[in-house]
């Protein structure tokens, strides 16, 4: 059983950064690929960026792509999603999901732990 928990969002000016954080439990982290989703009022959930395990891989939405980062720091099962140049449109919860494999990546059902999630939102 993994538990994860978020932090670090709040309310940020457009073209701002912010960094997000995912702390798991357990001793295995960096088996773990891990991503990060979001999802907005009315909207459903989507993928934003997934890490492997080993962090030698990692794969990025087209919609945050060049703004946004994955990373983590496996001795500290910890995993971060920096976020730059921030527009309205990436107003969402973010929530971190933690699952043994790589395959399937940015398919929400394929993860089979999350957090509770972690508001962040942009203004103009």
């Known amino acids: 059983q993994v538990q994860l928990v978020e932090s670090g969002g709040g309310l940020v000016q457009a073209g701002g950064s912010l960094r997000l954080s995912c702390v798991a439990s357990?001793?295995?982290?960096?088996?773990?690929?891990m991503a990060w989703f979001r999802q907005a009022p009315g909207k459903e959930r989507e993928f934003v960026v997934a890490i492997s395990g080993s962090g030698g891989r990692t794969t990025t939405a087209d919609s945050v792509k060049g703004r946004f980062t994955i990373s983590r720091e496996n001795r500290k099962n910890t995993v971060y999603l920096q976020m730059s140049s921030l527009k309205r449109e990436d107003t969402a919860v973010y929530y971190c999901?933690?699952?043994?494999?790589?395959?399937?990546?940015?398919?929400?059902?394929?993860?089979?732990?999350w957090g509770q999630g972690t508001q962040v939102t942009v203004s103009s």
């Open positions: 357990g001793r295995t982290f960096s088996t773990y690929t």
């Open positions: 999901a933690a699952d043994n494999y790589w395959s399937n990546y940015d398919v929400s059902s394929h993860y089979d732990y």
